[in-house]
């Protein structure tokens, strides 16, 4: 069985997809499916896709519904354990990322994350932390999708990707996945170098108006004790500089 799947999807972005792709195609280690969609873009992305057409596992180019769309279509093509989602303009840290994953990877754990880097090598660097609690995801995204990497069947539990969210449906996954309790694995390495720009940036009131939507429709006890306790909670230590 193939360990790993790396998805990439794309639409009008054909500089970026090159550079994943030559990213990807580097890795040392070649334990690994490589699935493209593309969204039919206009640009030259077509071109490359044809130029790189041997080392790609499967592409397709074809109408979607957005980000989270394509992105599930990468997914339930996959064939590997696990799933990396690493999106045109993305690219791998260096070319020992999976092989040193490979390394360390627990495979009891559903979803495993490391750090990454904004930009360029020497870009602002996340380093999530090792252990978060349910509550703790309820107002931030702890881990970013391009550092992770995440079992097929865990994506297949908690039905993929939301559609009907344009902004938050991965950090939806992490909830309902965590929701669930999957077994959640920290490794300290860094897995890729994201591109600044992107769906998620965007404002905090946008994204602030998914979340609460989401935990509206999909965890309304969670929403309710993280707006009327644990929010209130926070406020106040801040008002009146109380420590933990």
């Not at 999807?9 to 580097?26: F, H, M, P, Q, R």
Request: contains cysteine.
């Amino acid at each position: 069985m193939i360990f790993f799947s790396i998805v990439t999807i794309n639409y009008n972005n054909a500089d970026g997809l090159k550079k994943t792709i030559e990213s990807v195609v580097s890795q040392s280690c070649q334990d690994f499916e490589y699935i493209v969609i593309d969204g039919v873009s206009l640009d030259h992305s077509i071109e490359v896709l044809a130029h790189f057409k041997n080392t790609i596992s499967t592409y397709i180019s074809e109408p979607d519904h957005g980000v989270y769309d394509a992105m599930n279509k990468g997914w339930k093509l996959a064939r590997g354990e696990y799933v990396l989602f690493l999106n045109s303009g993305d690219v791998f840290a260096d070319v020992s990322v999976l092989e040193n994953v490979n390394k360390v990877i627990d495979l009891s754990a559903d979803i495993v994350y490391g750090c990454h880097l904004w930009g360029t090598n020497s870009g602002e660097r996340w380093n999530p932390k090792k252990e978060f609690r349910f509550r703790e995801v309820l107002n931030h995204t702890p881990i970013s999708h391009q550092a992770t990497f995440i079992k097929k069947a865990q994506l297949e539990k908690v039905g993929g990707f939301k559609t009907n969210y344009k902004i938050i449906a991965d950090w939806g996954v992490l909830l309902d996945s965590m929701r669930m309790h999957a077994r959640l694995q920290k490794i300290s390495l860094d897995i890729c170098i994201a591109e600044e720009a992107g769906v998620s940036n965007v404002t905090e009131k946008e994204v602030f108006k998914e979340r609460r939507l989401y935990l509206l429709r999909h965890h309304f006890l969670a929403f309710f004790l993280n707006k009327y306790v644990v929010l209130p909670v926070i406020s106040l230590r801040k008002r009146y500089y109380i420590k933990p």
